[in-house]
């Protein structure tokens, strides 16, 4: 409860940063960018593998291959 009063009242400071991918991922996905359809924060290369998005591959990612 404490951080969504944080977050509400504007003095919330994450605890880490994003990964350099998903930072360049944000770039076009998140709100305000060319296509504005996430919101998350998650690294988008644990879900998007090369079995998913192709677009990564061009940003660096998957970093862990299986």
């Given at each position: 409860?404490?951080?969504?009063?944080?977050?509400?009242?504007?003095?919330?400071?994450?605890?880490?940063?994003?990964?350099?991918?998903?930072?360049?991922c944000r770039g076009c996905h998140c709100k305000g960018s060319t296509l504005e359809d996430t919101r998350g924060k998650m690294a988008c290369h644990l879900c998007h593998t090369d079995s998913g998005a192709k677009h990564i591959e061009s940003l660096g990612g998957y970093p862990f291959k299986p």
């Open positions: 409860m404490e951080i969504l009063n944080a977050v509400k009242e504007g003095n919330y400071t994450p605890q880490y940063s994003l990964d350099k991918v998903t930072m360049k």
